[in-house]
Each structure stands twice: as C-alpha cells, then as structure tokens.
C-alpha cells in the first residue's frame, strides 16, 4: 500500500557530495517520520538523520555538521544531503517512514530498498 523510491545513490571521492532522496507513494493519510538508515558490510543498521512532523531534524553524531535532511511535505519527500563525505560513510543508506494508512488509520513503518553509497580515499 505504500512505496519508498530511493535515489541519488553512487561513488564519489572523499570530500565530495551526494543527495540522496526518497518519494513516498501510496494510500498515506499522514507521515509521522521519515528518516535515513545505513547499514555497512558486517555492521549493523543504524540511524543516520530523521525528521518528525512538526519538530527538528535529529543526526547521529557522526554526520553532524556534515549532513543535512530535509523534507518536503507536500510530495511526502525526504532529502539527505551528504557533504564532505569520507570512506567510513560507506554504507547502503535506507530511506524509512512511519505512515499512518488511509485504509486502516494505523501507523506502519515503511523501508526503502537501499541505495548504495560509495566513498574512496
């Protein structure tokens, strides 16, 4: 009933920039959060920035300062942009929302399929 689309993935050398986007469709009623998620080869998933509805964006301390989310509530759209990347931001970065459906005015969490990111020394 909904879908994440995830894009803007790709490889990029260390200090450089990447958006990365996510377009959330379907029978949404309202989003509660919507967030970025990463996940590098044998670790596990973890937050990376998320914005809640009404309130202010949250960063893990690692991307502070670096990275930025934004949304845009009219398209159901989060944006991540990622500057002065650096080879340990390798990762497959996750798109996630709480959505509360039309159909059944319940809250579900959503995840995208990943987009991979890419970062070389």
């Known amino acids: 009933q909904v879908q994440l689309v995830e894009s803007g993935g790709g490889l990029v050398q260390a200090g450089g920039s990447l958006t990365l986007s996510c377009a959330a469709s379907?029978?949404?009623?309202?989003?509660?959060?919507m967030g970025w998620y990463r996940q590098a080869p044998g670790k596990q998933r973890e937050v990376v920035a998320s914005?809640?509805?009404?309130?202010?964006?949250t960063y893990a301390d690692s991307v502070k300062g670096r990275f930025t989310i934004s949304r845009d509530n009219g398209k159901n759209t989060i944006f991540l942009q990622m500057n002065s990347l650096v080879p340990e931001d390798t990762a497959v970065y996750y798109c996630?929302?709480?959505?509360?459906?039309?159909?059944?005015?319940?809250?579900?969490?959503?995840w995208g399929q990943g987009t991979q990111v890419t970062v070389s020394s």
């Open positions: 914005i809640r509805t009404g309130a202010s964006a």
């Open positions: 379907g029978s949404i009623l309202r989003v509660n959060v």
């Open positions: 996630n929302a709480d959505i509360m459906l039309r159909t059944t005015l319940r809250s579900t969490s959503y």
